[in-house]
């Protein structure tokens, strides 16, 4: 939620016209693509977990507190996914 909140209140003063789309709240790149039919829904949870730390991670430049604060998660958690998936 704090995410999503952070999106629009930067899509607002960023927008160009009347209008706010999925350009301006950076969305275009996060549109799910859909699962396999072999996927499972561990699988899927899985990619979709690494994909999501990674990039909370990239974000704020390997800062932990930062990162799991944004995922709304605790550090030592942030630290288990971290290690799961090799980050």
Known sequence: VRELENRVRRAVVLADGP?????ELELEGLVAKPASA?????EA???LE??????ALEEHKGN?????RAL???RPTL???M?????
Do not use: N
Request: proline fraction near 0%.
């Open 19 to 23: 209008s706010i789309g999925a350009a």
């Open 72 to 74: 709304g998660i605790s």
């Open 38 to 42: 072999t996927t499972s829904l561990r």
């Open 79 to 81: 630290y288990e996914l």
């Open 83 to 87: 290690a799961r998936y090799g980050l």
């Open 45 to 47: 949870k899985e990619v």
């Open 50 to 55: 690494r994909e999501l730390v990674a990039k």
């Open 64 to 68: 932990i507190s930062k990162a799991a």
